[in-house]
T-cell receptor, first 112, second 116 residues
Framework: GQQLNQSPQSMFIQEGEDVSMNCTSS?????WLWYKQEPGEGPVLLIA?????ELTSNGRLTAQFGITRKDSFLNISASIPSDVGIYFCACPTTSGTYKYIFGTGTRLKVLA | DSGVTQTPKHLITATGQRVTLRCSPR?????VYWYQQSLDQGLQFLIQYYNGEERAKGNILERFSAQQFPDLHSELNLSSLELGDSALYFC???????????????FGPGTRLTVL
């Protein structure tokens, strides 16, 4: 089945550092979504990507839709303590099953 | 605020009981999804409805059922509850594109179910 492999699994960084995480798959997807989830809260949509090669920013966040349509990355610049959380990538399936597939998540901790 | 609402925020009940979780999708969204998230786990897809009809099923137990009403709100019914059913339950909604594609999915704040 279609799967999303997300890395790294966790990151400990110093405040002010830049962060990079990625999501890869052996399958092709037409949409890539990036979410952030804080403990006990619902995932919040950060960035949506619709075209191969597309680079989109949302404040300090930048995400790109890989040219092969099999990967995506998310960068966070100048991290701050409130960036702490779990970041998920997600894609609507292309197999006609109307589901979304989620990556395993990258747990980010920021040390002040 | 995603525009997706869920009630109640917290629910504490005993084993063997039955509960109903409620979700209202974003205005205009016809699709509703239900997910279960156990402690420190990923999101497990349970079921999806589109405009009142079941569209996709995931790892949903037979003790669980859902429906979507004409006003598009949805309810997830959990019966014969077990300790292992304790989890966060999220509802999400999405709009369907002109070509039938599903794009952004927006999540509600979740219901935390504790079974004692």
């Amino acid at each position: 089945g279609q799967q999303l492999n997300q890395s790294p699994q966790s990151m400990f960084i110093q405040e002010g550092e830049d962060v990079s995480m990625n999501c890869t798959s052996s399958s092709i997807f037409n949409t890539w979504l990036w979410y952030k989830q804080e403990p006990g809260e619902g995932p919040v949509l950060l960035i949506a990507l619709y075209k191969a090669g597309e680079l989109t920013s949302n404040g300090r966040l930048t995400a790109q839709f890989g040219i092969t349509r099999k990967d995506s990355f998310l960068n966070i610049s100048a991290s701050i303590p409130s960036d702490v959380g779990i970041y998920f990538c997600a894609c609507p399936t292309t197999s006609g099953t109307y589901k979304y597939i989620f990556g395993t998540g990258t747990r980010l901790k920021v040390l002040a | 605020d995603s525009g997706v609402t869920q009630t109640p925020k917290h629910l504490i009940t005993a084993t063997g009981q039955r509960v109903t979780l409620r979700c209202s999708p974003r205005s205009g969204d016809l699709s509703v999804y239900w997910y279960q998230q156990s402690l420190d786990q990923g999101l497990q897809f349970l079921i999806q409805y589109y405009n009142g009809e079941e569209r996709a099923k995931g790892n949903i137990l037979e003790r669980f059922s859902a429906q979507q009403f004409p006003d598009l709100h949805s309810e997830l019914n959990l019966s014969s509850l077990e300790l292992g059913d304790s989890a966060l339950y999220f509802c999400a909604s999405s709009a369907q594109g002109l070509a039938g594609e599903y794009n952004e999915q927006f999540f509600g704040p979740g219901t935390r179910l504790t079974v004692l």
